[in-house]
Every structure is written in structure tokens, then in C-alpha cells.
């Protein structure tokens, strides 16, 4: 009984679309799309500070060091929300510092 009732609601819940299955978070095929098509411009734009005319480290270091700031915020700041959210809504923490789901 209960299986069934665990199955009826994980599809009812997540239509049919379960977990990664043993591949949790980084490494999935939206990772490469963001990485390697989405930043491009981003890419290309840090190449420009350092190999571009007129060329000025001390403001390209600067500039990289403004995304590398705003980037760890973004992350650290979704990093503690993720793990407000899996103690509030799913009682417990997410699997990598929690205990591995079923």
C-alpha cells in the first residue's frame, strides 16, 4: 500500500519526472549549456580587457574581480536558500550535507 501511495505521489507531484538518479546538482547537461554557450559573451568580453586596445590589467583585474565577487555572492546566497528550503519544506538538509535521498 504504501509504495503504490509513494509512486501515485511522486508522479502526481513531479509528473513523472524524477531525480537525476544518482547525479545530483552540477554535472548535468544544463551545466554545459550555461558554461559553454550562454557565457560566451562573458568570455569574450574578459578576453577583451586583457588582449584588447587599449589595454589596462589594473582595470581588467578589477573587473574580474567584481564577477568573481557577484558570482560567489549569487552562489552562496542560493546555497543557504537551498538548504532553508530542504529544512522547511522537506524536513530535513539537501542531500550533499544531508543524508543521501531514498
Not at 524524477?18 to 544544463?30: A, H, K, W
Not at 564577477?67 to 522537506?90: E, H, K, R, S
Request: no cysteine; glycine share 16%.
Amino acid at each position: 500500500m504504501i509504495p503504490a501511495l509513494t509512486t501515485a505521489l511522486s508522479f502526481i507531484l513531479y509528473h513523472g519526472y524524477d531525480g537525476t538518479e544518482g547525479v545530483t546538482g552540477f554535472p548535468n547537461i544544463g551545466t554545459y549549456l550555461i558554461f559553454g554557450v550562454i557565457l560566451v559573451p562573458v568570455y569574450v568580453m574578459v578576453a577583451a580587457w586583457f588582449i584588447g586596445q587599449p589595454r589596462d590589467s589594473k582595470t581588467g583585474l578589477l573587473g574580474v574581480s567584481y564577477l568573481v565577487g557577484i558570482t560567489a555572492q549569487m552562489w552562496i546566497g542560493m546555497f543557504i536558500l537551498t538548504v532553508i528550503i530542504g529544512v522547511v519544506f522537506y524536513g530535513g538538509l539537501p542531500e550533499p550535507l544531508g543524508a543521501p535521498g531514498p
